[in-house]
């Protein structure tokens, strides 16, 4: 049973430029949660998807926006890349009947010159 | 405004031994907390969590202990392993108004097990 996966691993970009980063859920999971974690710190909530809606956000802006495929797979867009984007990527799958659990995958590092 | 903390940014211990591992909150609307451990280049590992209504849970080597008038809560390891050395992190949720999906993470602490 193949886990939470990314892609890609990692990635650079340079300021101004887009990105796009993609999540395939665990089996069986059908919510997607976006989380960045910068360096020397936890992972901060971006935003969660179920449905093919994002069900919530965290106190990130605008230029950050996701969508949630049929299939249950992710994006994660962000727009205008600032120098403090560089971080890393991580995605949580979970279902929506054992929320409680989220289940990480590897990340993907994001490093914008 | 950081509403979870972990004040030890490191921790070192010999094996055999236990690993205590603590943790502050702030917002008194968390009723769900978890520990996560984390190896370079690999996401979170979800490791044991604990209800409000509860203020112990123990899995295996690992127990979570709740202190809710101290909005604090500990992970003991025992006994601590060198495949234990990891980043671990606690996280809080809330279960209601809205914000009942999202995890609220502390910075981490850099757990060293030494043979």
């Known amino acids: 049973d193949a886990g939470v996966t990314q892609s890609p691993t990692h990635l650079i970009k340079t300021r101004g430029q887009q990105v796009t980063l993609r999540c395939s859920p665990k089996s069986g999971h059908d919510t997607v949660s976006w989380y960045q974690q910068a360096l020397g710190q936890g992972p901060q909530f971006i935003f969660q998807y179920y449905e093919e809606e994002e069900r919530q956000r965290g106190n990130f802006p605008d230029r950050f926006s996701g969508h949630q495929f049929p299939n249950y797979s992710s994006e994660l867009n962000v727009n205008a890349l600032l120098l403090g984007d560089s971080a890393l990527y991580l995605c949580?799958?979970?279902?929506?009947?054992?929320?409680?659990?989220?289940?990480f995958g590897p990340g993907t590092r994001l490093t914008v010159l | 405004d950081q509403q979870v903390k972990q004040n030890s940014p490191s921790l070192s211990v010999q094996e055999g031994r236990i690993s205590i591992l603590n943790c502050d909150y702030t917002?008194?609307?968390?009723?769900?907390f978890l520990w996560y451990k984390k190896y370079p280049a690999e996401g979170p590992t979800f490791l044991i969590s604990?209800?409000?209504?509860?203020d112990k849970n123990e899995d295996g080597r690992f127990t979570v202990f709740l202190n809710k008038s101290a909005k604090h809560l500990s992970l003991h390891i025992v006994p601590s392993q060198p495949g234990d050395s990891a980043v671990y992190f606690c996280?809080?949720?809330?279960?209601?108004?809205?914000?009942?999906?999202?995890?609220?993470f502390g910075k981490g602490t850099l757990l060293t097990v030494n043979p």
């Open positions: 949580a799958s979970s279902s929506a009947a054992t929320y409680n659990e989220q289940f």
């Open positions: 996280a809080a949720r809330r279960s209601s108004g809205g914000s009942n999906y999202k995890l609220t």
């Open positions: 604990i209800s409000s209504i509860k």
């Open positions: 917002n008194s609307m968390f009723d769900y």
